[in-house]
Structures are given as C-alpha cells and as structure tokens.
C-alpha cells in the first residue's frame, strides 16, 4: 500500500486509536494533521515522531463538538497542506459511568451529541468541497460494536442514539458521493482499553482476554490496519460499510444479560 501524497486528518489523535492510526498511515507515506482538544504534550511529541518517519505532521488544537473550532480546524488543515484527502472521525466523547437517560444531566446529552454526530457532520460538510474538487476521498467514521443493528444499550442512551444515527449518515453519504470518487465507511472497535488502544498486535501476542471469544486483547493495531485498507487507493469499491472489529465480542448483549 502507498499512500505518498496523501493527506490525512484524523481527530482525537494525540492518544489512542488516533495515535495508533495516525502511525500507520504515516507509515504508508501519508501527511498526517494530528488534532486534540488538551493533550498538547502528547500531541507534540506524536509529532515530531511522525516528522521523523519522513512525512509532513502538524498538530492543531480544536474540539470538533464546538462548530466554530471544527472550522477553524478544517481551515488551517487545509491551509498546511493544500487539502485533505482522508478525513478519519476519530473523536468522540464517552462517559463510562452507567447511568439511565433521566440521569443525564442536559449539558451532558448536547455534548454527547455534538461530540460523536453533529461535529462529525459538519467536519464532513466541510471537508467534502474538497475531496469533489479532486475526484478522490476517503472518510472513516467511529462506531460500536454491533452499532449497525441499532439495539437497546441500557446507561448508554445518548452515546448509542449519536452513532447509530451516525450510521444511517454514514450509509447515505456514501451513496451520494460515490460518483465522486469518494467512500465512506464506519469503524466500529470493540472494547478495547488503556494502553491497549496504542499496542501492536504483536505486543498482546500470549494475553488471554476472557471476555474476548478471539481469546485476546483488541489492539490500536486492530483499528488501525482496517482503517488504512479502507484508506487505500484500490479499496475505491468498497463503501457504505458498518465494520465491526470485535473479536466476536458483543458489548450490548452482554449489559443485557448482566
């Protein structure tokens, strides 16, 4: 795969499964913008490592579920590199806590909102120009698992309503910019935890994860290599797609039974 020429702008990437994704594809020859909201440390230093690789990398500070930031991120993005060819949707916030919906409190519920479908949106909205004008596009968006099917998932109300009606989006958008060259496809990652989020598959290599029917723990590296194929130039026919990368884990069924 050789993606030299490319660019890519991925959010919530200083940490993570952005981190994880933004390595690789810097490894595949892509320019990378890393965005974060306050990690700037960690950002920084994803950075320079990037730069060391031999690609273009630049860091900008901008939270997605606040519109005016996600245009000022867009602008500068495209202002560095000229445009932005692979947009992945990476950011999104999550409140681990269970809690039923009438717990929420309001301000908890537009930030869930605004984070993880409407900054999403409008990012795409305003990166899809763009990618037209060039007649090439790659967008990823972040799921659940099993996020497609649209289940109940008690004490996750708000977050679960913001991706599952990202994947109707999700499913539309690629119809309707296929004829563009571009595709559209979401991530859905299993439960994949702490530092786990920035291992390789190599490095888990002989851990048992119980709760995993794989038998091991999901990796960055899991993500991320689904993440890069989609990105890749002959993976043009394959649009519209939910993914799960669970290890046959399904976290809903599971709340249900507990």
């Given amino acids: 795969m050789d ?3 490319k660019t890519a702008l991925i959010t919530g990437s200083a940490k993570g ?3 994880s994704t933004a390595l690789l594809l810097a490894g595949y020859g892509c320019n990378i913008v890393l965005n974060y909201v306050t990690s700037e440390q960690a950002a920084r230093t994803l950075e320079q490592q990037i730069r060391d690789m031999g690609v273009r990398c630049i860091a900008i ?3 997605i579920a606040d519109p005016e930031q996600a245009e000022r991120l867009a602008d500068q993005a495209e202002a560095a590199f000229g445009g932005i060819d692979i947009l992945i949707n990476n950011a999104g916030p999550f409140i681990r806590e269970r809690r039923v919906f009438l717990e929420y409190r309001r301000e908890e519920i537009t930030g869930l909102l605004h984070g993880n479908l409407l900054g999403v949106m409008l990012l795409d909205h305003r990166m899809l120009p763009g990618m037209r004008s060039r007649n090439w596009g790659r ?3 972040f799921g659940f698992g099993h996020a497609g099917e649209a289940r109940a ?3 996750r109300a708000v977050y679960a309503a913001a991706k599952t009606g990202l994947v109707s ?3 539309t958008l690629a119809v309707e910019e296929a004829a563009h060259g571009i595709t559209v496809n979401m991530i859905c990652p299993g439960d994949i935890r702490g530092e786990n989020k920035e291992k390789t598959i190599d490095e888990v290599k002989g851990q ?3 709760e995993s029917p794989r038998g091991r723990p999901g990796t960055g590296e899991d993500i991320a290599r689904a993440i890069a194929f989609l990105c890749d130039s002959k993976s043009d026919f394959i649009t519209g797609n939910i993914l799960d990368i669970t290890g046959g884990l399904d976290p809903i069924r599971r709340t ?3």
């Fill in 3 to 5: 993606l030299s020429g």
């Fill in 17 to 19: 499964l952005g981190k």
């Fill in 61 to 63: 500070q901008a939270d």
């Fill in 139 to 141: 967008i990823i968006h």
């Fill in 153 to 155: 998932w008690p004490h």
């Fill in 169 to 171: 989006f999700t499913k």
């Fill in 208 to 210: 048992i994860d119980d």
């Fill in 256 to 258: 249900l039974k507990g």
